[in-house]
């Protein structure tokens, strides 16, 4: 929304001040981003995650509300996941690889007595590190659990092809040389540092709010 002539320019939040430093990511800020919050029931998140997996957002939704339907709307206990059998699953929905992901998450909470506040203490490489362990659950995964849901500062998802994307569009790179592609995204992110997530989220909102031509 425009401001009318009276109105000062709100004063930069701290990442936009450091982050405008790259002259080129500068471009494409265009004013603070909307504030996440912590997320409660994290490990269920991670759960929506694996279930939303190559799916557009819309049939993800549809997925998850059968998914809560189950157990009467209300957020499950990994117990009662792990309770869920396979065939219940799948009638919402979800493939059988993924319905064995799911109980594998839900096994591991038990398991490991994974809480939120065990989550919140650890560090990035930390919580990247511990939930790859489960089988079905990728560092992609983990890295979208810390930026929306446990609100990480300084996550940069490499492998994210949307970002990918963006930042071959705005800095003008050529991926043709894996290795070499990989090694420009990480020299590029690098200066971002200590606020990754905030130049990840700059850029899909521009990459989705932007003309492919």
């Not at 096994?107 to 560090?123: C, H, N, P, R």
Request: with cysteine.
């Amino acid at each position: 929304m425009p401001r009318s002539a009276g109105t000062p320019e709100a004063t930069p939040v701290h990442y936009q001040v450091h982050l405008s430093r790259d002259k080129k990511l500068q471009k494409i800020i265009d004013g603070p981003l909307t504030e996440l919050t912590i997320r409660k029931n994290i490990c269920l998140k991670l759960i929506g995650s694996i279930m939303s997996q190559q799916l557009s957002t819309k049939v993800a939704d549809v997925i998850y509300s059968r998914f809560l339907d189950l157990y009467g709307r209300r957020e499950p206990t990994a117990r009662q996941i792990l309770d869920t059998p396979a065939i219940t699953l799948r009638g919402i929905g979800l493939s059988n690889a993924k319905v064995t992901y799911v109980h594998n998450v839900a096994a591991f909470v038990i398991a490991e007595k994974l809480t939120d506040s065990k989550l919140k203490k650890m560090g990035n490489d930390e919580v990247i590190a511990y939930l790859t362990q489960i089988k079905g659950v990728g560092r992609w995964t983990v890295e979208m659990l810390l930026m929306f849901h446990l609100c990480r500062d300084d996550v940069f998802a490499m492998d994210d092809w949307g970002l990918q994307q963006a930042m071959i569009k705005l800095y003008k790179l050529d991926r043709e040389d894996k290795k070499a592609f990989r090694d420009q995204l990480r020299k590029i992110s690098d200066k971002w540092a200590p606020y990754r997530t905030h130049a990840c989220r700059y850029l899909w909102s521009w990459k989705d709010n932007t003309p492919d031509k």
